[in-house]
């Protein structure tokens, strides 16, 4: 049974930071596209940054949080995170993991059940 468990949502002050986790069993993602999405209130869900398992790692983006969030992977402890700086009210939403398969002939996707993140005076 795959699982992706995400911690570390919270409470937050405005330029406060954050750092979410994502633990994963029942796949090895090194053979896996790791990526965050958000989903705020009424809105749709985005995807906030990515990180290949190839290329060395290369990531992306959204642009409302380049230069602020960080994305890392750590394919020894099976683990992703996302380090979050200098947040702003309009990051608060629940974030979730995400796993996508990169080998050859498989298209195969799996979702963590998300953590609220919630960015507020």
């Known amino acids: 049974q795959v699982q992706l468990v995400e911690s570390g949502g919270g409470l937050v002050q405005p330029g406060g930071s954050l750092r979410l986790s994502c633990a994963a069993s029942?796949?090895?993602?090194?053979?896996?596209?790791m990526q965050w999405y958000r989903q705020a209130p009424g809105k749709e869900r985005e995807r906030v940054a990515r990180?290949?398992?190839?290329?060395?790692?290369?990531?992306t983006y959204v642009d409302s949080v380049k230069g602020r969030f960080t994305i890392f992977r750590d394919n020894a402890k099976n683990t992703v995170d996302l380090q979050m700086n200098s947040l702003e009210p309009e990051d608060t939403a629940v974030y979730y993991c995400?796993?996508?398969?990169?080998?050859?002939?498989?298209?195969?996707?799996?979702w963590g059940q998300g953590t609220q993140v919630t960015v507020s005076a």
């Open positions: 990180i290949s398992n190839i290329l060395g790692g290369r990531t």
């Open positions: 029942g796949i090895t993602i090194k053979n896996y596209v």
């Open positions: 995400h796993a996508l398969s990169s080998m050859p002939g498989t298209d195969h996707e799996y």
